[in-house]
């Protein structure tokens, strides 16, 4: 296995440094994906690839397209210097870094699976965003026929790369808020299994939220609603796979 880490930023500036810092310690490879941020954002993220050359990466957006399209660059860029897994975390801060161990545990154990980070919440969580992923979780639920996937929007998780690099030759998947879900779904009908590994959640250091309530509520709804009708016709083999 060779592994790397694969972190979307845009106008996180104040998390950023520190979220480096945290990843430093694992001694792997990081690209950042620079999503179209702010000048003070891109000179922060300019600063920390200079500082940190040896290991990381910056690759730059030229506008904001979605945390689903820097991920994506980060999976192709990672695929073309030969790594075999990518671990996607989120630049705010609100993972725990720490338990980037556990993921590479089970990865190493099952490594044609996805590791999915299954969320611990603090009191700090909002509770409209915890309604919504549950309201999130039951059509993953329904568009998979299964229980394998906990939880479809967190972004800590560890994929392997022959099978996403598959995916996105063939399928377009969606590049804002609702991509976490809709790559999560597909690969599980591509037949990829799931590692679900429960990890903490806090607020992001910088109390900062790219999350639009009515816009991606809407944006993730219509995803769902595409994934619905995506499942019917693979209805079949999914009741198959449950049942086996």
Not at 15 to 25: C, G, Q, R, S, Y
Not at 27 to 55: T, Y
Not at 154 to 163: K, T
Not at 187 to 215: C, E
């Amino acid at each position: 296995m060779k592994t790397c880490i694969v972190v979307p930023v845009y106008n996180h500036e104040e998390a950023i440094p520190k979220v480096v810092e945290k990843l430093k310690a694992f001694e792997l490879p990081c690209f950042l994906i620079n999503d179209g941020s702010s000048l003070q954002c891109a000179q922060v993220l300019e600063d920390c690839a200079k500082r940190e050359s040896s290991w990381l990466t910056l690759i730059t957006r030229p506008e904001n397209s979605g945390k689903g399209a820097a991920v994506i660059d980060g999976f192709k860029a990672a695929r073309l210097l030969g790594f075999s897994h990518a671990i996607q975390i989120d630049a705010d801060g609100q993972h725990d870094i720490n338990d980037i161990a556990v993921f590479l545990a089970a990865s190493k154990q099952h490594p044609n699976a996805m590791i999915l980070g299954k969320p611990l919440f603090d009191p700090s969580a909002p509770k409209s965003r915890l309604y919504g992923r549950r309201v999130t979780n039951f059509w993953i639920a329904i568009n998979t026929m299964s229980l394998q996937i906990a939880d479809g929007m967190c972004g800590f998780r560890l994929y392997p790369l022959a099978a996403v690099t598959e995916l996105i030759a063939t399928t377009p998947i969606a590049k804002r808020m609702n991509f976490d879900i809709d790559i999560v779904v597909r690969l599980y009908w591509q037949g990829v299994d799931t590692i679900n590994i429960q990890t903490a959640v806090q607020y992001p250091y910088d109390g900062v939220s790219h999350f639009k309530m009515w816009r991606d509520n809407v944006m993730i709804s219509t995803t769902h609603a595409k994934l619905f009708f995506g499942m019917l016709p693979r209805l079949p083999q999914l009741l198959k796979r449950h049942w086996r």
